[in-house]
């Protein structure tokens, strides 16, 4: 269920959604009808007795020809950027009406034009393509997740020293992940969380022997006095 509008201290607050769409449908360029307008008001209030020259007026309108030209060229470019970016992963930014940078992340479901202006569909809501500052690729964007984890959970372990068996479940989680990650993934893990793993599997390996050892003993006393 969509959120029409967020209220806070009794206002309703802009959503980045909004404020992007508004940007984008409020920055309005300079188009061939306003251009047309500018050109009657410039012959209409033209000193009569040094008018303009019919040459001035087609170099004018040429020139504004050839912006119009590039502005529909780029304005092509832009939709077709858009359109790739359907099922990938991207980031927007916009500001919101308190000038304050708004940040989302999410998967592009669709384009939709309108007046020759592109918006993607993120969960639900629209933001000008205008506003998307990142095109990430999922394998790259899974990697450098798997790689945050990995590295937050080494931080949150005790010094080397202070290592017991009741952490062994982790190393053991730590290790099992890091082995089933894909080459490129490891590669963005740092070496030294890489060393300081190995270091811990080691620890870890000392501190258990003596209780597996115990539990292998007991075990085969356990199995002669079945015997006898």
């Not at 209409?44 to 529909?72: C, G, H, W």
């Not at 092509?76 to 304050?100: C, F, H, P, W, Y």
């Not at 030294?192 to 000392?206: D, G, N, P, S």
């Amino acid at each position: 269920m969509a959120v029409d509008a967020i209220i806070q201290d009794g206002k309703v607050l802009e959503t980045a959604s909004e404020s992007s769409v508004k940007k984008t449908t409020t920055s309005n360029g300079m188009d061939k009808d306003a251009f047309l307008q500018l050109l009657v008001a410039q012959m209409k209030y033209q000193d009569p007795l040094e008018p303009t020259s019919n040459t001035e007026y087609i170099s004018q309108y040429a020139t504004f020809s050839q912006v119009e030209q590039i502005q529909n060229m780029a304005a092509t470019m832009e939709l077709s950027r858009a359109s790739s970016m359907v099922g990938k992963l991207v980031e927007v930014q916009s500001i919101d009406a308190n000038g304050e940078a708004k940040s989302v992340q999410g998967k592009v479901e669709y384009v939709s034009y309108e007046n020759n202006k592109a918006f993607v569909s993120i969960d639900g809501s629209l933001y000008s393509a205008e506003d998307v500052v990142a095109v990430v690729d999922e394998t790259y964007q899974t990697a450098f997740d798997l790689a945050t984890s990995f590295v937050s959970t080494m931080n949150k372990l005790p010094a080397l020293a202070n290592l017991t068996a009741a952490d062994k479940e982790v190393i053991d989680a730590l290790q099992n992940g890091f082995n089933n990650m894909t080459e490129y993934q490891q590669s963005f893990i740092a070496n030294k969380y890489i060393e300081m793993l190995q270091q811990y599997v080691e620890r870890m390996a000392v501190l258990t022997a003596g209780s597996e050892e115990e539990g292998a003993a007991t075990g085969e006393g356990a199995t002669t006095g079945e015997s006898v």
